[in-house]
């Protein structure tokens, strides 16, 4: 996938003041981190395409800008995932945190606070840090599941686009239909009264659903935990043999921690981390089992569920009305 071609369907209007936010250190670190948390390096799975933190969070900037052209809220959404480490959730199954997926966004704020570059740039555009740090606060960026939010409509794109081809039994979007889809999306009140994403046809919302959906649930499959929790024992095991520090996992790409794990391995393969790392890089299949097999790498875990509800417009007694319809 083409992401400039992408990126244009999610804003054809790029804001100039974007520019230099997107070249601040702190920010260019997310393209060496991948948002399908370190998938792209098992055989496990044939993704058919890198994407990137730094895609997805320019993507779910532009989402914010397209439908509601604040800066505060762009930029909110622009730094969302700035704390995000390499392999990206890899690190929240490290954490205990499998099931929402949120421990490493504890350290935003204070990456955002302090840096001065980012500070003065904000004092430029009369803007507060408080005001951008969180962007949890503004209901277009983010949400609850199961509604719609621009972050949670940027990520299911590409990741479907990248992983549907191996697991998924539907057929995913292309480009095309992602802009027919986008194109059908405004920003509606919820049943709280809020703003909220929403569809303005059933049908389109359905179709989107359904492919939400089968994504979601391949991220709820075995093959998913078994990768993302290996890697994370493999990340646990790096730090312990001094191969990378957790410093490391906020400043190397993940293609850099990968030649230094390879590095070590060739070096040293009778090692547990060795073994391990081999297993994670060349498996193409995993087993089922009701029990813990001798000799293999076993995992029984709840993983965050991923699925979608979104608001889609209706009439009712010839009024226009917004109202959540159950898909």
Known sequence: MNSYEYHKILSPD????????????????????????????????SNRFPYTRFDHSVGTALITWHFTHSKKQSLASLFHDVATPAFSHVSDFRNGDAMKQES?????SDILTFDQTLRELLARDGINVCEIRDYHIYPVCDNKIPRLSSDRLEYMFPSAMAMADKIAPRKTWTLDEVKSTYDNIRILKNEDGADELGFLDAQIAEDYCIKFNDIGLLLLKNENKVSLSLLGKILSLAEERKIASEDDFMTLSERRL????????KENPLDEFSVLFRTFTNMTSIIRSEREVSGSYCVSIGVKKRYIDPLVKTRCHDMKVWEKVVL
């Open 14 to 45: 790029f804001p100039d003041f974007l520019h230099d936010y997107i070249s601040l250190p702190i920010f260019q670190r997310l393209d060496g981190v991948g948002l399908l948390c370190g998938t792209d390096w098992t055989r496990l799975y």
């Open 104 to 108: 490493t966004e504890e350290k935003t």
């Open 258 to 265: 990968i030649q230094k794990f390879t590095d070590f391995e």
